[in-house]
Structures are given as C-alpha cells and as structure tokens.
C-alpha cells in the first residue's frame, strides 16, 4: 500500500497537483453524477471458473 500511496504522489506531483487536491476532485465529482466516476472492473483472474481451473490443477499435482 505505501508503494501506490507514493506513486500516486509522484503521479499527482508530476500532473501539477497535491494528492489532498487529487481526493477532493475525485470526491466532488462522485457527489455530482453520484456515481463512481470512472469505471470498475472484476480482475478475471479471481473469476469462479478460473479459480475451479487454479484448484483442478493444484489437485491434480498434488495427486502425481
């Protein structure tokens, strides 16, 4: 967590602004459209099917 902590500090430095500034805009526009303003999707990795995979496999190893 602090390594993406300093990378969003360094990302905001690098756009001109503090991440205190960066937090405030992010909130103000979700109270606005009243929504999170920016799209949020599912890692397929921990998808129900690839984790059956993962546990198959994992099985299967352990049965050799």
Do not use: H, L, W
């Amino acid at each position: 967590m602090k390594n993406k902590k300093k990378q969003f500090d360094k990302f905001c430095s690098d756009i001109g602004m503090s991440m205190t500034t960066a937090i405030c805009i992010f909130a103000k526009k979700a109270v606005k459209e009243q929504k999170i303003p920016f799209e949020i999707t599912v890692d397929p990795f921990y998808s129900s099917a690839n984790i059956q995979r993962i546990e198959k496999a994992i099985r299967d190893v352990e049965d050799e």
